[in-house]
């Protein structure tokens, strides 16, 4: 019993792993005022970049950082759209996925069904790992899992805490207000979506080269979609994001853990889909008005507009 | 220096508006030529493949016009949506429950009903079934207030999953040796198609009249015009006595309808049983949000865009066979020209002039 209890909790937070990465950049992007629906397809080019470098060098970090930069490259084409060409958020967002998954299908179609013979090992944080139960189910994980966690915690300390921060804030919630201060809205959101792309590359990154160690078309799975839910259930907040992510984590889980019960697999396939359906209604019925959305989300800013 | 200005352009003509259609589709090409360079392929004789692919031959234009069919009725039925600025992305889910509902249907009247009754049903059981797909997320949008982009995309997964739960359960017949995939539909069931060809008529000659009667209903019909105002100004919307939910829960039926219908057409005139989602599909729900753009949103139009991306689709299995690219081809195809399809439009309303000089 006790080692089913730790292997779940370590496996929801595997699996909640690529959510918070993929959430946490979207609500920096969101925040900025702008839309990114390309999350599914930029995750999609990170896992297959990643586990291409990481198969030809031997190194996975350099598959991460090869990820990184290409999941950044290819936001720009988001950014340019919706920024300076002030195109339909929506259906850039959705071209930038099509995009993205075909690119992944295309540079991938050589390496599937090869496995990863170099992995990126998990890391026993010491101490803490010597902790009874909840030392092997948190602190012995893949190094992404630490990442997310760190990298949510300084989002969400760049957003609340810093200048910057405010400047992405209000660039969302008053673009033109922004701009009289002297900030360059235009920057400002450039970067955002860029960033947001670096996440969404790391979550694809950590599928390909840390959860699954190989590479099959298709693989993000809808992961990008739900990331982007998970982005309205944390109310635009990474902080809130931790612990919204490993729930969803625990959902992916969960469809392994009913499976001996007997029920279908397909059945429980449909848990994580649903129950975004169900935590959106349950959001939506508490307080719709409290949810805190950037005023200016999706709507394009025009310099000099009135 | 290079001096850019830019300032708003307020005459768009239909003639320009052609033009930068045929401009941004043409910069696409040059990207995906890029694309093609990269991928080692030489892009003139890609190009050239995927339109002799489609249109070159008798069994191109066959083929082109059978994929054309479910592109239309949901490139149609997206540019309502998507004139009142309702992102709906669940059209693969659509179609599928479209089909679903079809095949009970077939299988549970086909046998007792002759033909002239049995495929009316078939048809009308796909529509409800694509509507009630639609119309789940209409509900969600308007009196929860709950993004529609996100829920018509988690239920076109929760139906993928829920029909192979079927197909490998409850459904499966006792004919496929073990495979999953339902018996095959009773005769009076299936659609009749053009000799030698795989050109189910009834529906394409379907697509054809919803085109139009779409048409029709949002230029000429009041509702129409609420389905326009929802969209642009929802404000003004409510002033002007606009039932919004009853608006949007009959655009999204007509929208999740039409993917129904086309759902009807893969099940009954091409397939003849239910089998996996991804063959049933293929992925028209999301190909058809570009017809539906391509057209400029005009239903009409969506007749034209749906049989040029039906051409690229099986322009795309061609070069997939000659060229060996992977399947995935396709899809960086539509995804670039979709975005610089948005990208025109910056163009369309607007002047750029550029000064050389100081």
């Not at chain 2, 659509?94 to 048809?123: C, D, E, K, R």
């Not at chain 2, 002033?239 to 129904?260: D, E, P, Q, V």
């Not at chain 2, 190909?287 to 753009?293: D, G, K, L, Y």
């Not at chain 2, 061609?318 to 025109?344: D, E, K, R, W």
Request: charged content about 10%; some cysteine.
């Amino acid at each position: 019993m006790e080692e089913i209890i730790i292997s779940t909790i370590q496996r929801t937070m595997v699996a909640g792993t690529p959510l918070l990465l993929a959430t946490t950049g979207e609500v920096l992007c969101e925040r900025s005022g702008i839309l990114n629906l390309g999350v599914e397809g930029v995750m999609a080019v990170g896992a297959v970049v990643a586990f291409i470098v990481t198969m030809t060098t031997g190194q996975p970090w350099l598959g991460v950082l090869a990820a990184v930069g290409a999941g950044m490259a290819i936001s720009v084409i988001h950014a340019f759209a919706s920024i300076s060409l002030q195109a339909n958020q929506v259906v850039s967002g959705l071209a930038l996925t099509m995009l993205g998954l075909g690119l992944s299908g295309m540079l991938g179609k050589p390496y599937v069904g090869r496995p990863l013979s170099i992995k990126m090992e998990d890391v026993a944080i010491p101490y803490l790992s010597d902790i009874p139960y909840i030392g092997k189910a948190l602190f012995h994980q893949s190094p992404f899992f630490y990442l997310a966690i760190v990298l949510a915690l300084v989002a969400w300390f760049f957003l609340e805490r810093t200048r910057l921060g405010i400047q992405v804030r209000s660039t969302g919630e008053n673009p033109k207000a922004t701009e009289t201060q002297g900030v360059n809205v235009y920057a400002v959101r450039y970067w955002s979506v860029i960033i947001g792309g670096a996440f969404s590359a790391l979550a694809g990154a950590h599928l390909s080269i840390s959860y699954s160690k190989s590479w099959v078309e298709g693989m993000t799975a809808g992961r990008g979609w739900i990331a982007i839910a998970l982005t309205i259930f944390a109310l635009w907040n990474p902080g809130r994001a931790i612990w919204a992510s490993f729930v969803f984590g625990g959902i992916f889980v969960a469809q392994y853990l009913m499976q001996p019960l007997g029920i279908s697999p397909n059945f429980l396939a449909m848990l994580p889909y649903a129950a975004t359906l169900i935590i959106l209604l349950v959001i939506s019925l508490l307080d719709a008005k409290k949810l805190n959305a950037p005023a200016m989300l999706a709507a394009p800013y025009k310099r000099g507009e009135r | 220096m290079i001096q850019i200005t830019t300032s708003d352009r307020f005459n768009i003509t239909p003639f320009r508006s052609f033009m930068t259609n045929v401009g941004s589709l043409g910069a696409g090409i040059l990207a995906i030529s890029v694309v093609f360079l990269l991928a080692g392929v030489n892009p003139l004789f890609a190009v050239s493949e995927i339109f002799m692919g489609s249109f070159g031959s008798m069994y191109g234009i066959k083929e082109t016009i059978t994929k054309a069919i479910p592109l239309i009725l949901i490139g149609a039925g997206l540019t309502l949506a998507f004139r009142a600025k309702f992102w709906n992305i669940g059209a693969e889910g659509q179609l599928l429950m479209g089909a679903i509902f079809a095949t009970w249907t077939a299988q549970a009247l086909g046998n007792s009903l002759p033909a002239t009754l049995t495929v009316p049903l078939v048809f009308l059981a796909g529509f409800m079934g694509g509507a009630l797909w639609g119309i789940i997320p209409a509900i969600l949008k308007i009196k929860y207030a709950i993004n529609e982009v996100i829920t018509t995309l988690m239920l076109n997964y929760i139906c993928a999953e829920f029909m192979t739960m079927l197909i490998v359960g409850p459904w499966k017949g006792k004919s496929r040796f073990g495979f999953p995939g339902t018996d095959n539909l009773p005769d009076a069931a299936l659609l009749g198609v053009i000799p030698g060809s795989r050109i189910h008529y009834a529906t394409l000659i379907l697509a054809v009249i919803c085109a139009v009667v779409l048409t029709v209903l949002i230029y000429k019909t009041r509702f129409g015009y609420e389905a326009r105002v929802v969209g642009e100004n929802p404000d003004a919307g409510k002033y002007a006595g606009i039932n919004f939910l009853k608006t949007s829960l009959i655009l999204m039926a007509i929208s999740g309808g039409l993917a129904g219908f086309a759902g009807v057409g893969e099940v009954a005139g091409i397939h003849h049983y239910l089998g996996y989602p991804a063959s049933v599909s293929s992925g028209y729900g999301f190909t058809a949000i570009i017809v539906a753009w391509l057209a400029k949103l005009n239903p009409l139009y969506a007749i034209l865009s749906g049989i040029v991306f039906a051409g690229i689709i099986v322009g795309g299995d061609a070069i997939q066979i000659s060229l060996g690219l992977p399947a995935a081809t396709v899809q960086i195809v539509n995804g670039i020209l979709l975005i610089f399809l948005i990208m025109g439009d910056y163009f369309l309303h607007h002047k750029i002039k550029i000064k050389f000089g100081k």
